[in-house]
Each structure stands twice: as structure tokens, then as C-alpha cells.
């Protein structure tokens, strides 16, 4: 035994300041990846996870335990409370049921889940073909419009570590296209960010894991999945989510299989 718990946080720091964080499979079959970004004046939090349960998934505590370790080394950091903003790579309630457990805490904004309230907070002024600079204090963020999986979507982008965070919007998973003609733009609009980036675009992460190794995807509902792909993708796969689009013809519930995803028209 690791003294691992079934229900505790799968934590991995990217960088010194950056964390990802997996709800896991025994406390929700979705298991999705939480995002904390660090900068000198606040921390962003991406998505709060499937469940408003703190002992089922104990969010409050992990993002408690994570600011004050990261505070201890950054001592130059005095600002207290130390503020958090957390947002949503969309409103599907598998990635905003834990907003509850942090409304109250203090220092903490929770960003509205609605179109109007995303457009409003971030200041979008030509949704959603648009993408806005929100800085963490010498750490700029890029919020960039991303509807088409969910009306509000978004993808962030970090300068720092050159991650796209994209939400269910391309993953390794079923990419669930509600609105055709916005998700293609919403493609588009990511590959133009690609090509002429602020920073260059390392890599791609997700909020699911649905697919193997092999390239099958794991039904829904799975909670064991002991072949499971990596999450990051290289930026490159954007060119073949494009392609797949292509290839739908437009019956709902079609298919489009990839080794690294699979396009799925949800309407
Ligand atoms: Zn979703």
C-alpha cells in the first residue's frame, strides 16, 4: 500500500506552478482532469468536477493543501487571502458540480456558467471568434471562444507551459460535436491560435481519458480502464479533428474514428 486512498485526487505538478488534478474513477466514472494555474496575484482553478460531494471527492481540501504548499515556496506572495478564480472549460455538470464547495471560500470568485456570464466575466467584446488576455500576475492566460461542444466553452491557453487546455473539445475520448457549424469554427479558431500563437503551443490537455492504447474508446460508464492512452496531444492533432469533421455526413449519433479520438454528432 501507497497509503493512497480510492478516492483521493490523482495529483501531478506540470511545472512548479501549474497542477493537474484527476477526480478518480472510483469516486465518479467520468474521472475528469482539474486544472490550477499559479501567478502573482491569483490562482485559476479550471473546472471543479462531477460531484458537490467533499467526501466523495474532497475538492476544498486538495485545492486548500495545493495553494498553501505553493504559497510556502513562494514566500514573496503576500497577498491574504491569496485570490482564486475559478472558471469552466464548459458547463456540463461533470465540470462545475464542485462550485458549491468553494462559493464561500474566501478570497474566491466562481465564475457563472452561462454564455452571458463567461462573455461578461473575461470580457469577450466579439464572442466567440475572439480570444482575451487574463493575466494571473506575470502569467498571462489566453481565453479563447470554444462553443460548439456547449454553448459557453472555452479553451485556455498558458504562455508559460504552452498548454492548451481544451476541455471536451479535443481529447483523447469522444468528442461530442452538439453544434456542427460552431464546433468546426471553434476548430478553425484553434488552429489559427496555433499558427500565430503569443507563445508556441506545446501540447494539448483534455478533461477526459476515454481511449486505449490501442485505439478503441472505453465505453461510457467504465470505471476500469487499465489500458488507458496518454492525455496529452500534440497540437498537430487539430489538423486531423478538422479532417474528421469533414468526413460526418450529418446523421445524428454518426461516428468518425481516430486513433487518438473519436467525433461523435450529438443531436
Ligand atoms: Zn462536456
Known sequence: MNGQRVNDPVIEWLDA???QVRQPKASHWEAPFL??????????????GATADEAVFPL????EG???????????????????????????????????????????????????????????RAW?????????????????????????????????????????TVLPARLYVRDLAQFRATIDRLIRFRDDPPAPV????GAHIEMSTTGFDYPAGTVDQPDEAPLPLRPGILDRVRSALDDLRGEPGERVERKRFVVVLDR
Open 202 to 205: 506545446r501540447e494539448l490537455r
Open 128 to 168: 466567440p471568434d475572439e480570444s482575451v488576455a487574463f493575466d494571473l500576475g506575470r502569467r498571462v492566460i489566453d481565453v479563447i471562444g470554444g462553443p460548439g461542444h456547449e454553448p459557453s466553452a472555452v479553451v485556455f491557453f498558458d504562455r508559460r507551459t504552452g498548454i492548451l487546455f481544451t476541455g471536451d
Open 66 to 124: 495545493l495553494i498553501a504548499d505553493w504559497l510556502r515556496r513562494n514566500p514573496v506572495v503576500f497577498t491574504r487571502p491569496y485570490p482564486l478564480v475559478v472558471a469552466h472549460s464548459h458547463a456540463h455538470g461533470d465540470h462545475i458540480a464542485g462550485d458549491p464547495l468553494l462559493r464561500d471560500r474566501p478570497g474566491t470568485t466562481v465564475v457563472g456558467t452561462s454564455p452571458a456570464e463567461v462573455i461578461g466575466f473575461f470580457g469577450f
Open 60 to 63: 476544498r481540501a486538495t485545492v
Open 35 to 48: 486544472y490550477l494555474l499559479f501567478g502573482r496575484e491569483r490562482a485559476l482553478l479550471i473546472d471543479t
Open 17 to 19: 506552478d501549474t497542477v
